[in-house]
């Protein structure tokens, strides 16, 4: 064996605490505590003797927690991307240099390309709003729609300067003596006592609801509720053409002023309406709809030719009624007064106003130059499905369905007389074109009466349909009248 191996290990001392450990601990920590708190508080006096260390009186300050601002712009940058991506941009290239155009932006840059043009758009509506371009669009269509407005309403006052003549002619017949005047009148009463019927044809398998006198008094149009419109010869009754368009009841055909005078046979020359809300326009060329005119979502009841032959007037049963500039082919007025459907529109032989009847039993009168309703007719119990302006240019009859006949002044704006014209309600009235002279009223009491005017006294009634009347004419030259009836016949009458 080794030395090493013969070596004892050493033996560990053995320490002996007396009392508790703890106890000793708490006292080193309380000793360290007492001599830190001492040290420390003495550093602190000093500081505050230096001016190193402030002390408040108490108040506080509460601070707001706020993003930087390059968050907030980092913020915004991300919302604008995820705006753009929203937003859906025309791969026409014409149609984004329009929109750039539209929102006060170059429509190209240095080196560009469509793509790069069409993303430009994109970020350009991402901040302003996708709804920009909209606006801009309606504020062009708006600015150009006033500028419409403003060449119907000069093209009307030019028009309504052709008042002058009518007042010539006005004044010229007060010059001519009263003896003269009576017996000419005289004259008149005893021919339209002498109205017998001239002829009656069959027109249609349904009931014949219009009938209107061409300009040059050779032609009548008739209209049906079986969508047909047909022409006939005057006085012979031979039909000349069938025009074959609508689908569905026609409500009114109208001849165009100067229509087979001045117009050639190729031209517009007619317009019709249906209760489908469909609108269309004819030659005297063909049996087809040369155009259509779109815009009516319910029945239009009545069209009516601007004495100009420029505008065409629609009524519809969405209580409203508008003006068309065939010229430019757009709507061009939609006004809006009435509180039901409004049934029937006449035009002012100056051109200058514009009469409307409706279903809420009103009657107005507007002006074409400023659009306002002018004269307020109040007066009916029943709905007005009929109006017609004089020669004269100041009375205004209408028909209702009260079984009256109203003679409106429009100088004073009130009620000249009320016809007790018929035991059913009024369907069509007219005055004689030429002179004014007399007022012819259609009703469903199966009859049409000649009234004198003034004086309306009744000259002559109109007896032999078999159903009810539902629409009058009288010729251009004042020689012939016609009637229309459910009884599917319409008829001439003519004195002997």
Same mark, same amino acid.
């Given at each position: ?27 080193? /920590?309380? =000793? ?23 002390? =408040? ?72 709003? %996708? ?56 004259? @008149?009463?005893?021919? /339209? ?36 419109? &047909? ?11 069938? @025009? ?21 046979? =190729? ?10 809300? =469909?609108?269309?326009?004819?030659? !005297? ?47 061009? $007025? ?5 509180? &039901? ?11 200058? !106003?514009?009469?409307?009847?409706? @279903? ?16 307020? !007719?109040?007066?009916? $119990? ?71 005017? %003034? ?12 159903? &009810? ?21 319409? &008829?001439?009458? !003519?004195?002997?």
């Amino acid at each position: 064996m080794s030395d090493e191996e013969d070596m004892a290990p050493a033996v560990k001392k053995s320490r002996v605490f007396y009392g508790s450990l703890e106890e000793k601990e708490r006292e080193r /920590l309380s =000793s360290e505590m007492l001599s830190g708190a001492t040290t420390g508080s003495d550093g602190v006096k000093a500081g505050i003797e230096a001016g190193n260390i402030n002390i =408040s009186s108490g108040e506080t300050l509460e601070m707001e927690e706020r993003v930087s601002e390059r968050q907030q712009e980092a913020l915004a940058e991300f919302e604008r991307r995820r705006r753009a991506r929203q937003i859906t941009v025309s791969t026409d290239d014409a149609e984004v240099k329009a929109g750039l155009r539209a929102l006060g932006e170059p429509i190209t840059l240095f080196g560009e390309g469509p793509a790069d043009r069409r993303e430009r758009l994109r970020s350009v509506l991402s901040v302003v709003g %996708p709804d920009a371009l909209k606006k801009s669009r309606k504020d062009e269509e708006r600015a150009k729609r006033s500028q419409d407005e403003v060449s119907t309403r000069n093209s009307c006052c030019d028009w309504s300067v052709r008042a002058m003549r009518r007042l010539e002619a006005a004044r010229a017949q007060k010059d001519v003596a009263e003896a003269t005047r009576t017996i000419r009148q005289q004259e @008149l009463h005893k021919s /339209l006592r002498n109205l017998n019927n001239f002829c009656s044809q069959i027109g249609d398998d349904r009931p014949i609801s219009f009938c209107h006198f061409s300009p040059d008094s050779k032609m009548l149009a008739t209209a049906s509720w079986s969508g047909l419109c &047909k022409l006939w010869s005057v006085p012979d009754c031979n039909l000349i053409r069938t @025009l074959r368009g609508h689908n569905t009841n026609v409500g009114a055909v109208v001849f165009r002023p100067q229509a087979g005078v001045s117009l050639d046979q =190729s031209d517009v020359s007619l317009a019709s309406c249906a209760a489908d809300g =469909s609108v269309k326009l004819w030659n !005297l060329e063909s049996d087809e709809p040369v155009a259509d005119i779109e815009g009516h979502s319910e029945r239009v009841s009545r069209v009516s030719w601007h004495p100009s032959g420029r505008f065409l007037g629609t009524t519809c049963y969405d209580n409203s009624w508008r003006l068309w500039d065939l010229e430019v082919q757009e709507e061009i $007025l939609h006004q809006e007064g009435h509180s &039901k459907g409004v049934h029937d529109l006449h035009f002012h032989p100056d051109g200058s !106003l514009a009469a409307t009847g409706g @279903l809420d039993a009103f009657g107005r009168v507007w002006d074409l130059r400023t659009g306002r309703c002018v004269v307020f !007719l109040e007066g009916h $119990l029943k709905e007005i499905y009929s109006l017609h302006f004089s020669p004269n240019g100041y009375h205004l009859a209408t028909g209702s369905g009260d079984n009256t006949c109203k003679v409106w002044d429009l100088r004073n704006r009130k009620c000249l007389y009320t016809v007790p014209a018929h035991q059913n309600l009024l369907s069509a009235v007219r005055f004689q074109p030429t002179d004014g002279h007399f007022l012819l009223t259609g009703a469903y009491d199966n009859t049409a009466k000649v009234w004198s005017h %003034p004086g309306w006294t009744p000259l002559k009634t109109l007896a032999g349909h078999e159903g &009810k009347v539902m629409g009058v004419d009288v010729s251009p030259d004042g020689k012939l009248i016609a009637t229309s009836s459910y009884d599917r016949t319409f &008829k001439l009458w !003519l004195s002997e």
